[in-house]
């Protein structure tokens, strides 16, 4: 293997994981993205690091904050932060899917729900538990330190990636039109979605040591129980599915740290 092979396949991986950055967030990266259709399955493997990436900005103002401001006001620029970092992809995904699964008569309607971009009663109640919970459980681990409330943010945001990746290896793309995530999905190998799985987890033992074990399991738990669902209210996923699953296993992180906490 020659040295220009070598950096071929660097700017490959490089530019895979910019292409993770722009469908993920709203982090502007300009020319250095270079847009291949064929290669986005590569993009996936770095879901995970783009999750950390998104809970470290918002760890860095929320720890930033606490040091200046009453709690709770820094939780709520934590969160604020992470949600203006993705322009609140996940947050609209969850609520979109909420008002589709819940509201739909079948799977053809949940589907022509879902791609409403009106806010129904079950996406604006989805929405309120969901930032709620966040609220509380981030507060909850902010009274026990800002280092731990930071490491929580970036595991969550990690891990709940990581389960996106999953669901798009996993199962198949409920619309039979083209969809954001399928082209993701489409030419995914199961080396791709190992990787992806292995740097979320890795990264966890790194950050919390052997709390990522609870993190972790919590995590595969609710992929695979929300997964389970989709296929059987739709048929498979949406990226407004991948929305929802990685919003409630961020919850399923933060909440299974809170619980490891001692009074």
């Known amino acids: 293997m020659n040295a220009q092979t070598i950096s071929m396949g660097a700017r490959q991986q490089v530019n895979s994981f ?21 290669s986005l399955s590569r993009s996936v493997i770095y879901f995970p690091l783009v999750g950390a990436l998104i809970g470290s900005t918002g760890g860095i103002i929320l ?19 992470t949600t203006v970092v993705t322009g609140g992809l996940h947050e609209d995904g969850l609520a979109d899917a909420a008002d589709g699964l819940f509201g739909g008569r079948n799977a053809a309607h949940s589907l022509e729900i879902m791609k409403d971009s009106r806010l129904g009663t079950f996406g604006a109640l989805a929405l309120w538990f969901s930032l709620t919970a966040k609220f509380l459980l981030l507060s909850r681990l902010l009274a026990h330190g800002a280092g731990l409330t930071c490491a929580a943010l970036i595991v969550a945001n990690s891990l709940g990636r990581g389960a996106c990746a999953a669901l798009l290896y996993f199962y198949p793309c409920a619309r039979v039109e083209e969809s954001n995530a399928r082209p993701f999905g489409d030419s995914m190998t199961r080396r791709q979605v ?14 919390i040591g052997l709390a990522a074990v609870a993190c972790t399991l919590a995590s595969i ?26 919003q409630l296993v961020e919850i399923a992180s933060y909440l299974t740290l809170a619980a490891e906490i001692r009074p």
Do not use: E, W
């Not at 722009?22 to 502007?28: A, E, S």
């Not at 190992?194 to 950050?207: H, R």
């Open 18 to 38: 910019l292409g993770a950055v722009v469908f993920l967030t709203r982090i502007p990266v300009g020319s250095l993205y270079h847009f291949q259709r064929t």
């Open 194 to 207: 190992l990787l992806a799985l292995a740097f979320s987890t890795t990264l966890a033992f790194a950050i």
């Open 63 to 81: 720890a930033a904050a606490q040091a200046f401001l009453p709690a709770s006001i820094a939780v709520l620029l934590g969160m604020a932060t």
């Open 221 to 246: 738990a609710v992929t695979v129980l929300a997964g389970a669902y989709f296929k059987r209210k739709i048929g498979g996923v949406t990226g407004d599915c991948l929305g929802a699953a990685n």
